[in-house]
């Protein structure tokens, strides 16, 4: 009864979201368009449910060859790769919204464990790998608003930022997303979704933290 209660829900709440961000999607679009390399959706192929790949929809934030230049897959705080534009969507979150036309694909929910791509998810300990989709990925979910500004932990960090992410941040994000399969309900769904719109204007709050008082202990 969850699965379908929720998959409703997703849908219902996809076609409301797109159809009052309709008026600041297509100036969006056309920004897009007339600035950086004129890309307007970056398509990335993901892992999701039941580890199953799938192409993932996001608005195109940096440049189209960022995988092979800096960093390669991390993402620093004032990165180079990306453009000016990319960097109020980033900062926004606007740039996941593409995505809700994979919720209504079915390749996603609204709120469940991040989709990755092969280099992050292999970054996850092994025994997580098997069981951290098995939710449906969301565009939010809890490890999306511990890890709100995980380009400030890596641009700041005393370590090689790759090193840092799979020796610190992917381990705990692993703990955070088998919490959240563990606890999954649509209580817990409405209490992700609203901490999420609280965390972009309060980046710096650790509300989560009162409304889950059982998260797994933070390692940074």
């Known amino acids: 009864m969850y699965k379908f209660i929720k998959r409703l829900f997703d849908i219902i709440l996809s076609l409301v979201v797109l159809t009052i961000l309709l008026p600041v999607l297509i100036p969006l679009v056309i920004l897009l368009k007339l600035t950086g390399e004129g890309e307007i959706f970056y398509f990335q192929r993901?892992?999701?449910?039941?580890?199953e790949y799938f192409d993932i929809w996001k608005?195109?934030?940096m440049l189209k060859n960022s995988p092979n230049m800096g960093t390669g897959m991390?993402?620093?705080?004032?990165?180079?790769?990306?453009?000016p534009m990319g960097g109020f969507l980033r900062m926004t979150k606007l740039n996941e919204l593409p995505q809700i036309i994979n919720v209504l694909k079915g390749d996603m929910s609204i709120v469940g464990p991040r989709p990755l791509v092969d280099k992050t998810f292999n970054a996850y300990p092994e025994d997580i790998r098997y069981k951290v989709y098995d939710s449906k990925p969301g565009i939010t979910g809890i490890g999306s608003i511990v890890f709100?500004?995980?380009?400030?932990?890596?641009?700041?960090?005393?370590i090689p930022p790759q090193e840092y992410y799979d020796t610190v941040i992917?381990?705990?994000?692993?703990?955070?997303?088998i919490w959240y399969n563990a606890r999954r309900s649509l209580?817990?769904?409405?209490?992700?979704?609203?901490?999420?719109?609280w965390v972009i204007v309060f980046p710096s709050s650790r509300l989560m933290d009162t409304f889950f008082k059982d998260l797994p202990r933070r390692k940074f």
Request: overall charge neutral.
């Open 187 to 197: 209580l817990v769904d409405f209490q992700i979704i609203f901490l999420t719109a």
């Open 148 to 158: 709100r500004d995980e380009e400030k932990l890596l641009s700041t960090c005393t």
């Open 46 to 51: 993901r892992i999701g449910y039941k580890n």
């Open 170 to 177: 992917a381990p705990y994000k692993g703990e955070l997303e």
């Open 74 to 83: 991390i993402t620093l705080r004032n990165d180079s790769r990306v453009t």
């Open 59 to 61: 608005f195109a934030t």
